[in-house]
Nanobody
Framework: QVHLVESGGGAVQAGGSLSLACTAS????????MGWFRQAPGKGQEFVAA????????VYADSVRGRFTVVRDYASSTTFLQMSSLKPEDTAVYFC????????????????????WGQGTQVTVSS
């Protein structure tokens, strides 16, 4: 069974930075299309960002564009969500997800297009 393992959540003050990491138990899945979603208390799940390993193209939600960056590390088959200029409204549980096989690029922001999910990691931004 495939597992996605996330790490890197925590608490930070507004304006600070955090980096989340996500690795799949199988490297072929880690190197497909990896997405990040979040869910704040009392709200629905929200797309954050996604990265196609095959093309290197990343897409972002408007709410995080310019502040968050998705990068990959081939050696460890890990996808990172680098978050900077964090705001209290970024507080949420963040989930990484993998498409396997990869879907068309226009599906990157749809949670239904993802086959595997991590357990989630809490990010708390205080004002």
């Amino acid at each position: 069974q495939v597992h996605l393992v996330e790490s890197g959540g925590g608490a930070v003050q507004a304006g600070g930075s955090l980096s989340l990491a996500c690795t799949a138990s199988e490297s072929t899945i880690s190197q497909s299309t990896m997405g990040w979603f979040r869910q704040a208390p009392g709200k629905g799940q929200e797309f954050v960002a996604a990265l196609s390993w095959s093309t290197g193209i990343a897409v972002y939600a408007d709410s995080v564009r310019g502040r968050f960056t998705v990068v990959r590390d081939y050696a460890s088959s890990t996808t990172f969500l680098q978050m900077s200029s964090l705001k209290p409204e970024d507080t949420a549980v963040y989930f990484c997800a993998a498409q396997y096989p990869s879907r068309p690029p226009n599906s990157a922001d749809s949670s239904q297009a993802y086959d595997y999910w991590g357990q989630g990691t809490q990010v708390t931004v205080s004002s």
